[in-house]
């Protein structure tokens, strides 16, 4: 899997993924106002990779600051790469066009450039993106993967979407879907938490011999949301080994954090609401960096 001029990757339906991806979460503290200037700015400083998601609540705030872009000359749509992603409440095959649809027309698109199964965890169909017991317990739903697949594959020949995959697949659920009988169009991708303190080795090799990529989330370490981790757990870019990498090379640890994953061949995403960052960490794909970081180790043992 190999970079071309532009920063972008060909995937096993002959499209192109750019490299290097700019991320749309945003956590309830933050106002969603905060990720539409965000994206503008991304766009302003050289993102072309966007992704985003059904769940998230922030597309009608992504497309707008993707339009406004558009109107002021800074792109046109066939510029950007966009990620949306189907939500777990609409796995059943007869919901899935119209997840889509609703995507659609938040973000006021006629195509999606990649639409992905957020989650392979299916929840309770209805208005509630996490439905609830009265115990505070997720209702979950039986769903079979492989026919939402195939309603995604539907979705493709109706022109909706350029390209489908998936999200936290294991390789278990990745092979049930690759060994499915009639199987049209294989997932182009797979996208996980990925970073040095989880490195996804054997799911990087299995998606490699499958002509799948791997795009990487939480690419600097996982979110401290006392929610998802144990708050005595290292953080990632305090780690002294990427530290000293950094200072050997004259970096950021976050640049050499990102510069690992493009070297194993992962598309990467990031995500800021700080101009300051989001101009640095795109830096990440400047040729003249790629040279002065070309002996970095590609797998860094940390």
């Not at 080994?241 to 950021?252: D, T």
Request: hydrophobic content about 35%; glycine content about 6%; some cysteine.
């Amino acid at each position: 899997m190999e970079f071309d001029n532009d920063h972008c990757i060909k995937m096993n339906d002959g499209n192109k993924i750019p490299a290097v991806g700019f991320g749309t979460y945003s956590p309830d503290a933050v106002q969603k106002s905060k990720c539409e200037e965000a994206t503008k700015v991304a766009i302003e400083v050289g993102f072309r990779h966007i992704d985003g998601a059904f769940v998230y609540g922030t597309e009608e705030e992504v497309g707008r600051a993707i339009h406004e872009k558009i109107a002021d000359g800074t792109v046109k749509r066939e510029d950007i790469f966009y990620t949306g992603k189907l939500g777990s409440t609409f796995h059943r095959p007869e919901l899935v066009r119209n997840c889509l649809e609703q995507s659609l027309k938040k973000l006021k698109f006629d195509y999606l450039d990649l639409f992905i199964i957020h989650i392979p965890v299916s929840l309770k169909p209805g208005p509630d993106l996490s439905p609830m017991d009265e115990n505070g317990k997720l209702i979950f739903d039986i769903v079979d993967l492989r026919q939402t697949w195939e309603a995604m594959e539907a979705c493709k020949d109706a022109g909706l979407v350029k390209s489908i995959g998936v999200s936290n697949f294991n390789r278990r659920q990745l092979e049930m879907i690759l060994n499915k009988p009639g199987l049209k169009y294989k997932p182009v991708l797979n996208q996980v938490e990925c970073h040095p303190y989880l490195n996804q080795g054997k799911l990087l090799a299995f998606c490699k011999s499958k002509d799948i990529l791997l795009e990487a989330y939480s690419v600097l370490g996982s979110q401290r949301d006392k929610m998802w981790i144990d708050q005595s757990t290292p953080v990632l870019l305090e780690d002294p080994v990427l530290g000293a990498i950094a200072r050997k090379y004259n970096q950021s640890p976050a640049l050499v954090a990102l510069r690992y994953q493009l070297q194993r061949g992962i598309v990467v995403l990031f995500k800021s609401f700080t101009r300051k960052r989001i101009e640095e960490n795109l830096q990440v794909k400047q040729e003249g960096r790629e040279k002065r970081m070309r002996d970095t180790p590609p797998c860094v043992q940390i």
